[in-house]
């Protein structure tokens, strides 16, 4: 099994869209990429710890890529929009991918180059090495299927 990690808004529907993969063995809401240890969702919605709303991504490599993680983490939200998706605005919300190993941080380098010839507009989606991951609260855990519900949308 291998890590990835994403940031790409709401980790809600981040979260639900990654279990919906085959090979994707787990997807965990948290936080990532701040300074802050053991934040919670108070905190990192202050704006002030540095964190991402982010997913963390157990994965069998055998059954599917990093490089199909990637692909679908581009199409599921708006790479161009600074520290924006949707109508959720901050620097939480901002979209990451958080490398655990330099063949990772290639293949990422490389997707956004692909992905930003299939855009009008500039990517700010930065690419930067995993750093500690907080799972956040138990609610927010598969907060779609607990609810019954599909997409934010």
């Avoid at 809401?29 to 240890?37: K, N, V």
């Avoid at 490599?61 to 949707?86: I, K």
Wanted: hydrophobic share 35%; charged share 20%; glycine share 10%.
């Amino acid at each position: 099994m291998e890590k990835a990690t994403f940031a790409a808004g709401c980790f809600w529907g981040v979260e639900a869209a990654f279990r919906q993969i085959p090979g994707v063995i787990d997807a965990v809401s948290g936080y990532t990429g701040g300074h802050l240890e053991q934040p919670s969702y108070e905190d990192v919605c202050g704006g002030r710890t540095g964190h991402a709303e982010a997913v963390e991504v157990t994965f069998d490599p055998a059954r599917v890529s990093y490089e199909q993680l990637l692909e679908a983490f581009w199409g599921m939200h708006d790479p161009t929009t600074l520290n924006r998706q949707g109508p959720d605005v901050g620097h939480q919300y901002r979209s990451g991918v958080f490398f655990h190993s330099p063949e990772q941080q290639q293949a990422a380098e490389r997707s956004k180059q692909q992905a930003a010839g299939e855009l009008s507009r500039p990517i700010v989606t930065e690419i930067t090495a995993a750093s500690e991951f907080w799972p956040a609260e138990d609610y927010h855990q598969r907060y779609f299927e607990k609810r019954g519900i599909a997409a934010c949308h």
